[in-house]
């Protein structure tokens, strides 16, 4: 029986270990029922005091298979695209924790999507804090804008248009602060990354 069991020791409800003791037996290759198990005082050198045994079957013998859970990074399956693992930082005692995060439908799909659109120039009003940037396939709506920034600062999108419709070759924005000196080109970005700038676009 030694190689088909294992011995648990399990937190204790006792203070300390001469008060009692706690543990269970995992039958882990044993092919039928072993009976429940009882703890016997060896006759030779028996255990002295008022002393109590009690056992119970945990998880009954059974026919079923077990197993325990297998780690993500243990799993292969057929994918016609590459997988990644997802993990979110938190924080939990004053420490960082990665916590492995599900995805959505159990697909864990990384697509590589290249770049659409290009901005080719760019002028800045200093009066009004207005950043125009015109370019090829830019975005047709301000929907489909995340985000836009220029000389460190936030830029808010805007349209002449109720529905936020754009002409896709034109985007205006305005600074929220005042910019910060040095050479600076707008940053746009869309749902498909940000928009690259045309070969030889001066800052």
């Known amino acids: 029986m030694r190689n088909r069991i294992l011995v648990h020791t399990v937190d204790s409800q006792y203070s300390h270990h001469t008060l009692g003791r706690e543990f269970y037996i995992d039958f882990s290759s ?19 005091g008022e002393i109590t045994y009690d056992a119970e079957t945990i998880v009954p013998y059974d026919k079923n298979l077990l197993f325990f859970p297998i780690p993500f990074e243990m799993l292969e399956t057929y994918e016609e695209k590459p997988q990644f693992l997802v993990e979110v930082e938190t924080m939990e005692d004053n420490r960082v924790r990665n916590m492995p995060a599900v995805c959505h439908s159990r697909k864990c799909d990384f697509t590589h999507i290249p770049a659409v659109g290009e901005i080719t120039s760019f002028t800045f009003d200093a009066s009004s804090k207005l950043v125009t940037v015109t370019g090829t396939n830019l975005p047709d709506n ?3 804008i995340q985000s836009m920034r220029f000389a460190a600062s936030a830029c808010t999108a805007s349209s002449e248009a109720e529905d936020g419709a754009l002409d896709g070759t034109t985007v205006s924005c305005t600074l929220a602060r005042n910019p910060t000196c040095g050479t600076w080109k707008p940053d746009l970005t869309t749902f498909f990354g940000n928009v690259p700038f045309a070969e030889g676009l001066a800052g």
């Open 30 to 48: 044993y092919p039928g029922d072993p009976g429940q198990f009882e703890v016997v005082s060896f006759e030779d050198n028996p255990l002295i």
């Open 142 to 144: 301000l929907s489909k």
